[in-house]
């Protein structure tokens, strides 16, 4: 079992950075894609990018390309979201999510959530314009 803490999210202005930061334990970090979604108020869910498994290969939505970075340190079994250039359609709550398998290589499972078993609470990002 995989448990998924976040933490990083707060109320920054139009143009301001955050780093998200999400801290796993229990399971095989190594072995998993993780991914960041977001959901604001009165909307679903939705895709913001994902690492594979062994950190080499990145996926991102179109509206954060270019301003979102993700990473992860195995070591540490941590994964992070730096977000750059932050815009007010930015503010909603970010989950992190770990795969509920191992060693996934389809992009499909990175970028779909059906793919991933374990999620956290949630962080709250709120951008100011």
């Known amino acids: 079992q995989v448990q998924l803490v976040e933490s990083g999210g707060g109320l920054v202005q139009a143009g301001g950075s955050l780093r998200l930061s999400c801290a796993a334990s229990?399971?095989?970090?190594?072995?998993?894609?993780m991914g960041w979604f977001r959901q604001a108020p009165g909307k679903e869910r939705e895709f913001v990018a994902a690492?594979?498994?062994?950190?080499?290969?990145?996926y991102y939505a179109d509206s954060v390309k270019g301003r979102f970075t993700i990473s992860r340190d195995n070591a540490k079994n941590t994964v992070y979201l730096q977000m750059n250039s932050l815009k007010p359609e930015d503010t909603a709550d970010y989950y992190c999510?770990?795969?509920?398998?191992?060693?996934?290589?389809?992009?499909?499972?990175?970028?779909?959530?059906?793919?991933?078993?374990?999620w956290g609470q949630g962080t709250q990002v709120t951008v100011s314009s």
């Open positions: 690492i594979s498994w062994g950190g080499t290969t990145t």
């Open positions: 229990g399971g095989t970090f190594r072995s998993r894609g």
């Open positions: 999510a770990a795969h509920n398998g191992d060693y996934y290589s389809r992009t499909y499972y990175y970028t779909n959530s059906e793919r991933y078993g374990y």
